[in-house]
């Protein structure tokens, strides 16, 4: 049971890789495995920090507070990522679509991720690599303070973590433009795939509350 938790945990956390991966596919921009390889570090490192700073905080709190509160963190990031994942009409005036606003921060790199190629060379070299990984390793971070609290192996969840980073950014590539189009009711891939990715969080959380 602890292993399906594990890579419940991990899937989660590489959810948006596997988007920016189907992204990349359609506009033909190509990652390499060394660069790949470094997002996958950087997600390790990230995962393995939350995981390191969950177990501190647990630590210093007393009873079954951090299995609760990190159940509670688990819930709140799986519904929000379930929320997210819902299909919204677009609602953007004919201005907007003109002219639209520029996307910041690590949000905006996820949600226009070839804008991360800066000198639109059709490849992601390392610099690009390191922005993107950081950008990806945000839902790895925060996941795993919540499993740091519920006290989860730290080193095993990184590692699987960085394999799925490492897994869904070289697949998504792959798939391209022949599942970007695909539909599943009234979601797409990548919408199922992040609301599947939520669920899983939610499931686990009550899962350790059982």
């Not at 990184?158 to 897994?167: D, P, Q």
Request: proline share 4%; net charge positive.
């Amino acid at each position: 049971m602890n292993w399906l938790i594990i890579l419940g945990l991990a899937l989660s956390a590489s959810i948006d890789n596997l988007g920016v991966g189907i992204t990349y596919g359609i506009r033909k921009i190509r990652i390499g495995v060394m660069s790949n390889l470094l997002i996958a570090v950087i997600c390790f490192l990230f995962s393995a920090s939350g995981i390191y700073m969950g177990q501190w905080a647990s630590e210093v709190m007393p009873g079954i507070l951090p299995v609760l509160l990190g159940a509670f963190l688990l819930s709140i990031i799986g519904i929000r990522i379930i929320l997210l994942a819902m299909p919204r009409k677009p609602r953007e005036s004919s201005e907007n679509k003109e002219n639209p606003a520029p996307a910041k921060g690590w949000r905006g790199i996820l949600k226009n991720p070839e804008k991360v190629d800066f000198d639109g060379s059709g490849h992601i070299g390392w610099g690009e690599a390191m922005v993107l990984g950081v950008a990806l390793s945000a839902n790895a971070l925060t996941g795993g303070l919540g499993a740091g609290l519920m006290g989860f192996p730290p080193l095993a969840i990184s590692l699987v973590t960085a394999i799925a980073s490492f897994v869904s950014v070289w697949l998504g590539v792959a798939l391209g433009s022949r599942v970007a189009h695909i539909r599943i009711a009234s979601f797409t891939v990548g919408q199922f795939g992040t609301l599947i990715s939520g669920v899983l969080l939610v499931l686990i959380a009550v899962n350790t509350l059982l």
